[in-house]
């Protein structure tokens, strides 16, 4: 009988320690939940065309790289598209100051008469896809697109994938002067004539700030005393409209002074790559401003952390 009375005490003190056991844990302060970091921005760098002038795409990516700004977004429109497909496939800047400084007119310009224009491009076309190994676009560490103009339909075209010299031929065929580029059947010119600077193209891709870089310059006149002349003033007027509606949907716009640089000299490439890292450099701290602003905005938004019961 006492032997009962025993495991009877033993159960109930057992039960008591259970409930009290029970209901400390459900007092027990929760572990804080995981703080979610706000996304990072998807950077995109818009590189515009202007022939030559294009060298100073490389000063400019010498800056942002120096700086810790790495886009994960390039796009480019004629020599933005020349510069773009190799630093996208993976060049360094320095990998392009390199290139662009050995580069020789023999490397890219193949000769022809023709009422089409005087340049064929497909030592240009063959010449880039040596530079990137012969990668298509969809295979480069840094997403990239170039820009062109279907000939027929007057239409903007951007080159996702596929073959990448032959992209940036098209992207880079200025009327009368490049053959137009042929692509599955279909003719290409000069991407400057619908997009001379790729920002809309950036933000179809996703990007959340976009730099653009304006290497154009305005008309000026005196311009067309030569044959030159008559080329730069051309490309010059053509792209005026354009310009300002891809520019207003920049978040900062870096504009080297190169004005003065034609279309087809390639002797100033070291000047415009100076000068390309001039214009950079004025424009970080509003770089910085625009990620501060979309670092706070994106905070902000942030679901506020709730205690769990």
């Known amino acids: 009988m006492r ?38 921005p998807i950077i995109a760098l818009a590189l515009g065309g202007g022939g030559a002038k294009g060298f100073a795409h490389i000063g400019i990516i010498k800056v942002l790289e120096s700086h810790g700004i790495h886009p994960q977004i390039v796009t480019g429109t004629s020599a933005g598209s020349f510069v773009g497909s190799l630093y996208a496939s993976g060049m360094s800047p320095y990998q392009l100051q390199e290139t662009a400084l050995a580069l020789k007119e023999s490397d890219i310009r193949d000769m022809t008469l023709s009422s089409q224009g005087f340049i064929i491009g497909q030592k240009l076309q063959d010449y880039v896809n040596l530079k990137v ?13 170039a820009v062109a103009t ?3 339909t007057g239409a903007r075209t951007v080159f996702t994938r596929g073959n990448t010299g032959q992209a940036v031929r098209a992207s880079c065929s200025i ?27 950036a933000r179809d891709m996703g990007a959340d700030i976009v730099i653009a870089v304006d290497i154009s310059a305005r008309p000026k ?32 716009i ?25 214009a ?10 625009v990620l501060t602003q979309f670092k706070a905005s994106a905070a902000a938004r942030q679901p506020a952390n709730k205690p769990r019961l």
């Open 221 to 252: 006149p005196g311009q067309s005393s030569n044959v030159l002349g008559v080329l730069d003033q051309t490309l010059n007027i053509m792209g005026q409209q354009g310009i300002d509606k891809e520019l207003a949907q920049a978040n900062v």
């Open 175 to 201: 009327p009368n002067v490049f053959i137009p580029a042929t692509i599955a059947g279909k003719k290409y010119v000069d991407g400057g004539l619908v997009s001379p600077i790729p920002v809309a193209a």
């Open 133 to 145: 190994n012969q990668k298509p676009m969809e295979q480069f560490p840094i997403r990239f697109a």
């Open 3 to 40: 032997f009962h009375q025993q495991m009877k005490s033993l159960g109930l003190w057992a039960g008591i320690g259970l409930s009290i056991a029970v209901i400390n844990g459900c007092t027990t302060t929760p572990p804080p939940a995981p703080v979610v970091q706000p996304r990072q």
């Open 280 to 289: 950079a450099q004025a424009q970080l701290s509003a770089i910085d401003r």
């Open 254 to 278: 870096i504009k080297p002074n190169v004005g003065n640089v034609g279309v087809l000299d390639l002797t100033t490439r070291q000047q415009s790559i100076l000068e390309g890292e001039r």
């Open 150 to 152: 279907q000939l027929d």
